[in-house]
């Protein structure tokens, strides 16, 4: 039996948050949401069946190799709230039966080959932020698994302020990253609300898209190069800005979620370090006004590096409960915009001149900065909400323009159909906060009383709203991956020739199966 209270939920103990008096109430009589049972303090883990002559080759591969308890469990799932409800009930069946801590690419090259060799599966492991069940690898027909912990590549390798790029290995975390750039005078400008935890590794492999997507762009248009080490050899892509050569390869591995091989190494494009920022908070009578606001700046200029609409319900409930600004009924939007002082002022004027032409009301800076302050604060009253006796998730889409209030509507009515027959009815809240040219992402999150099963009562609610993304012609992922949560949908969207096609570059790089099975692949 092994101590959960290190995995059961997110960041650092010192900035967990507690619920106010007044919001228990409020979800209590709202929501009819009553205190859980209480959480387990130890989990089981699976008995390990990874006999000593598979340890002793996979320690002759890389000497870091642990089988602890506590080692086991640390990667024994990611941060989604199925993942969370799991441990707090004593349950860790992903578990793997050991942990290696490779320090480079050669020792992944030799993990590989051992398992390989020993019909062990892989599990890449970068800071665990995992919504989408993408760290629950298929043990069956295997001799274990081993979870490939990639911490140790935390080597930033080269950087050339002439191309402004940067090549680093694939375990370093975010904010190590802005850190050592920084020292430099660049940024990369990603910043998800995983910033904290997350991998530039694990960016790379799910497609992650940053807060400031709508001025840096998604991580994978910031890869020019990589490395990566599969079971049948390395691979290094990207010897130039473009090319012509054929398919671009890299994107083989972007977006792969380690199925395909293990990125231990990329060069990314990297910005100067902005010497001001400023972000500012606009009201919109609706939602509708809103998104056709910021359609208009998107599509006409000019573009802010941060760009989100929240819809009423959103909105109202972030006013009450302290983490948002009061939109009179309507819809908040937070426009921010970095560069030099002159830029900023700039194309700062220019939107609001634009924005007040199309409905919308300045409501000054402080709602921005209350945005950026909190950014990454969420997945810590998420937690709080689990130990009130609430359900609290997240699921996110993207679809063009003209698609964006059918699916909204509809994804939206199937979470609170599929909640309120199941006897608690929700509170769904929607967020823009990704937007293109021809289209944009909807962010959505579902608060709810927990039912004696939450696991089941979330599957049929997710299932319900995935089934509504397909229908109305949207991707069942803008950004947080497939893993094995969206495999059906995934399969659904590609069809049987792209799953065929995925299938044969799996059997290309990966001909044992070793590499994350269970995830991605239909």
């Known amino acids: ?18 619920l106010p008096p007044g919001v228990r109430d409020l979800l209590g009589a709202a929501l009819g949401v009553r205190p859980p049972r209480p959480a387990a303090a130890t989990a089981r883990l699976p008995r390990p069946t990874l006999g000593a002559p598979v340890l002793e080759a996979l320690r002759a591969a890389c000497p870091r190799v642990e089988t602890g308890d506590a080692d086991r469990l640390a990667h024994a799932a990611g941060k989604s709230t199925v993942d969370l409800l799991r441990l707090r ?32 599966a892989v599990v890449p492991f970068g800071g665990g932020t995992s919504v989408v069940g993408g760290l629950a690898a298929g043990r069956e027909g295997f001799a274990g698994v081993l979870a490939l912990d990639l911490a140790g590549l935390d080597r930033l390798v080269r950087l050339d302020p002439v191309s402004r790029t940067a090549t680093f290995e694939a375990g370093v975390r975010a904010p190590r990253a802005e850190q050592l750039l920084a020292a430099e005078g660049f940024t990369l400008g990603h910043f998800p609300q995983s910033f904290e935890y997350a991998s530039l590794g694990g960016f790379a492999a799910t497609r ?36 012509a050569a054929g398919p671009d390869l890299r994107q083989l591995l972007l977006g792969s979620e380690g199925v395909f091989g293990v990125i231990t190494e990329l060069t990314l494009r990297l910005r100067p370090a902005p010497a001001a920022r400023r972000y500012a908070g606009w009201a919109f009578a609706s939602f509708a006004a809103g998104t056709r606001a910021l359609r208009t700046l998107t599509q006409d200029g000019p573009l802010p590096t941060v760009l989100r609409l929240s819809d009423e319900t959103e909105t109202a409930i972030n006013a009450t409960t302290g983490g948002g600004a009061d939109a009179g009924g309507g819809c908040l939007a937070v426009v921010g915009f970095e560069g030099t002082e002159a830029d900023v002022a700039t194309r700062g004027e220019a939107a609001a001149r634009r924005l007040t032409e199309l409905g919308g009301t300045p409501l000054g800076e402080a709602p921005g900065e209350q945005w950026r302050a909190g950014r990454f604060r969420a997945p810590y009253l998420r937690d709080a909400l689990l130990d009130a006796g609430a ?55 579902v608060v709810a009383a927990q039912a004696p099963d939450p696991v089941a009562q979330w599957g049929a609610a997710k299932a319900a709203a995935g089934d509504a993304i397909a229908a109305t012609g949207a991707t069942i992922t803008h950004h947080h991956g497939v893993g094995r949560d969206h495999k059906p949908w995934y399969a659904r969207e590609i069809g049987p020739v792209g799953v065929a ?22």
């Not at 898209?209 to 390395?234: E, K, N």
């Open 1 to 18: 039996m092994t101590d959960l209270s290190p995995v059961a939920r997110w960041g650092d103990p010192a900035d967990a948050v507690t």
């Open 89 to 120: 009930g004593g349950e860790a069946p992903g578990a793997p039966d050991a942990v290696a801590r490779p320090g480079g690419h050669d020792e992944v090259v030799a993990l590989l080959a051992a398992c390989a060799a020993h019909h062990v």
């Open 208 to 243: 992650s898209s940053g807060q400031a997507s709508a001025g840096h762009g998604r991580f994978d248009r910031m890869v020019v190069g990589l490395r990566a080490a599969t079971p049948v050899g390395p691979l290094e892509l990207g010897r130039a800005p473009e090319s």
């Open 391 to 445: 359900l609290a998730e997240t699921l996110e889409t993207a679809t063009f323009w003209d698609r964006l209030p059918e699916t909204y509507a509809a994804v939206r009515d199937a979470l609170t159909g599929a909640l309120s027959a199941a006897g608690t009815p929700p509170l769904v809240l929607c967020h823009i906060s990704h937007v293109y040219e021809t289209g944009a992402s909807l962010y959505f999150t």
């Open 501 to 522: 096609a995925l299938r044969g570059v799996k059997d290309s790089l990966d001909p044992y199966g070793i590499l994350n099975p269970g995830i991605l692949l239909p």
